[in-house]
Antibody, heavy 116, light 111 residues
Framework: EVHLVESGGGLVQPGRSLRLSCTAS????????MSWVRQAPGKGLEWVGF??????????ENAASVKGRFTISRDDSKSIAYLQMNSLKTEDTAVYYC???????WGQGTLVTVSS | DVVMTQSPLSLPVTLGQPASISCRSS???????????FNWFQQRPGQSPRRLIY???NRESGVPDRFSGSGSGTDFTLKISRVEAEDVGVYYC?????????FGQGTKLEI
């Protein structure tokens, strides 16, 4: 059974950094794209970005709203995907979901609150 | 960027009756490989979203067959043949053809 568990969320001040982790199990992690999607409180869904498998160079795509501030990476030996978030803004406050592929399976999400 | 527009945004329904949600994209969602990467998601209250339909009309494993997807090009529809209480939640369409991928605003289905 596919299982995705996000961790690392919390309260952080504007301008600071936070790293989220997505620990996967139940499938061959290295074979899949891994994506991040976020949802601001009471709002809809927004793509953050994704990372290709290393078979396809492990390159990433990021939404314009986070480009230059957020970085997605992966450690296939540990079955973990990461979302490094720098220069956080109040508008980054959201539940961050990790998904397998392009939103085929979702984790439970982790809440990031950016506030002074 | 591709803009996804859903209608209606709120959908009051009666148990046992059919329901339908429309989604329109600002550009054709047919990819160069001939596939149309269009999906429907359900988000029940307090839960993570889950994908119901992928590539327009393919149901995910475990999704009841009362859910069906159809459409082509820029116009797509999600139909529920007979609404059940567990179907309450917000439904999102999503295109995965052109980056940045994008979701519709969501349609709140309520009994």
């Amino acid at each position: 059974e596919v299982h995705l568990v996000e961790s690392g969320g919390g309260l952080v001040q504007p301008g600071r950094s936070l790293r989220l982790s997505c620990t996967a199990s139940g499938f061959t992690f290295g074979d899949y794209v891994m994506s991040w999607v976020r949802q601001a409180p009471g709002k809809g869904l927004e793509w953050v970005g994704f990372i290709r498998s290393n078979t396809y160079s492990g390159t990433t795509e990021n939404a314009a709203s986070v480009k230059g501030r957020f970085t997605i990476s992966r450690d296939d030996s540990k079955s973990i995907a990461y979302l490094q978030m720098n220069s956080l803004k109040t508008e980054d406050t959201a539940v961050y979901y990790c998904t397998r592929g392009f939103a085929g399976y979702w984790g439970q999400g982790t809440l990031v609150t950016v506030s002074s | 960027d591709v803009v996804m527009t859903q209608s209606p945004l709120s959908l009051p329904v009666t148990l046992g009756q059919p329901a339908s949600i429309s989604c329109r994209s600002s550009q054709s969602l047919v990819y160069s490989d001939g596939n149309t990467y269009f999906n429907w998601f359900q988000q029940r209250p307090g839960q993570s979203p889950r994908r119901l339909i992928y590539k327009v009309s393919n149901r995910e494993s475990g999704v009841p067959d009362r859910f069906s997807g159809s459409g082509s090009g820029t116009d797509f529809t999600l139909k529920i043949s007979r609404v059940e209480a567990e179907d309450v939640g917000v439904y999102y369409c999503m295109q995965g053809t052109q980056w940045p991928y994008s979701f519709g605003q969501g349609t709140k289905l309520e009994i």
